[in-house]
């Protein structure tokens, strides 16, 4: 008999590409089945209730990062490459490369770029006016995080596909073995040397994340190779996040022109609007945690080294906090949502994601009276991370 017979059991594979493109049935019956739901598919533990995912992300001691935040137990086998040494990490070693890397990214170094990235959402927008039609995946949520988290980095002018490449690899090395995996994974041998050359401290402009990042080597705070690690966890955790949440952005008011209106007419409900779109599509919608003891997830009892899915995009969608959740709407009351996570791992670079979309919608609300479906758009689905690969949008001016 297995040790999670107890539990209730729900016979779906949560990284299936059809399940991913419509997750709903899969995500209510999480939420209803219990606070923790047994995957007999891959003798692992779910939670898709707000409770749950919260309890889980809060509690380090008891779920701990350091067996790896996939699919992937660390203590059973070896992970695809160095573990991160901030999220793969509990306390202590966390918090010493947490902070390096929170004050890199604080509110205050963040806001000194926004005049330059508010400037360059204009130039994008104006852009795509001109052209009357666009791929909004590609034209705008893909090209304006590479551009302008690329130079916030400290990236040289080269060409950085290869970090779109290398955050897919991240991400779906984050699921089972399936065909998401095997094909980002393909790209490897090209795609991580590339990155890791871009983490050492000569190939980082002045002024830049990177840099800032390598002072705190040079303080004696870190080591070189730490420091190399850490500006490596930006280049993995800080573009395909982005740019799905702009897709999703761009594709959530063509789908509703209604809250479009609603967003010009009240440009200051900008800051809730981004909340509601990161609630609503969930772009990173599962992350894991094991179990370090026996323990109750809510009252649902979950033995010692379980794998724990909390799937953030069914906990986004709980009854339990938000009314008609299902509903995408920007002037709803705000209430706390996972998609950044919680706890001591949440999302240290979450001040920087939300400048780049806040300039880009602000941006598009100065001047795009109605943005329209052009085609159908295209949806990527990822073992941790979803996203857009086509976008056509028609966008009209005033
Ligand atoms: C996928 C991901 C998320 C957050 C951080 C990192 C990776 C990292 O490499 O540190």
């Known amino acids: 008999m297995s040790a999670l017979a107890h539990l209730p059991q729900l016979d779906v594979d949560p990284f299936d590409a059809e399940v991913l493109r419509a997750p709903g049935s899969y995500h209510e019956s999480l939420r209803t089945l219990g606070c923790a739901v047994a995957l007999p598919r891959y003798g692992v533990v779910a939670s898709g209730r707000i409770a749950g995912v919260e309890q889980v992300f809060r509690d380090w001691r008891t779920f701990t990062s350091a067996r790896g935040v996939g699919l992937a137990d660390f203590a059973a086998e070896p992970p695809w490459r160095p573990p991160s040494i901030v999220l793969e990490v509990d306390p202590p070693a966390h918090e010493r490369t947490r902070r ?129 690690l850490l500006v490596r966890s930006l280049l993995s955790a800080g573009i395909d996040t982005t740019v799905a949440t702009l897709a999703f952005a761009l594709d959530a008011f063509a789908r509703h022109p209604a809250q479009w209106s609603r967003l010009r ?50 906990a986004n969608r709980d009854p339990a906090r938000w009314e008609d959740a299902d509903r995408f709407d920007i002037a709803r009351p705000r209430r706390p949502h996972a998609a950044f996570g919680s706890g001591i791992h949440v999302c240290v670079g979450q001040h920087v994601a939300r400048q780049e979309v806040t300039v880009l919608l602000e941006a598009l609300v100065a001047r795009v ?30």
């Open 100 to 228: 390096v890397l929170a004050r890199a990214l604080a509110p205050a170094a963040v806001a000194r770029l926004r005049a330059t990235m508010a400037r360059t959402a204009v130039d994008y927008v104006e852009r795509a006016l001109a052209a009357g039609t666009v791929d909004g995946a590609r034209e705008l949520a893909q090209a304006f995080p590479l551009e302008v988290f690329g130079d916030a980095v400290g990236l040289d002018d080269g060409p950085r596909e290869n970090l779109l490449r290398y955050g897919a690899m991240v991400f779906n090395a984050l699921g089972p073995d399936n065909a998401m995996r095997r094909r980002a994974l393909a790209a490897a041998d090209e795609v991580v040397p590339w990155i890791a050359a871009k983490c050492t401290r000569p190939a980082l402009r002045e002024g830049g994340f990177g840099a800032a990042i390598h002072a705190a080597a040079a303080d004696g705070d870190i080591s070189a190779d730490e420091a190399a």
């Open 265 to 314: 007419a009240e440009p200051a409900l900008i800051p809730a609007a981004i909340d509601e779109v990161l609630r609503w599509a969930s772009p990173v919608h599962t992350f894991c945690r094991t179990s370090t003891r026996d323990c109750v997830i809510g009252d649902a009892p979950v033995p010692a080294g379980t794998k724990v899915l909390c799937v953030i995009a069914a």
């Open 369 to 398: 009276a109605r943005i329209e479906p052009a085609g159908a758009a295209v949806l990527e689905p990822g073992n941790s991370v979803n996203g857009i690969a086509a976008l056509p949008l028609a966008l009209y001016a005033d």
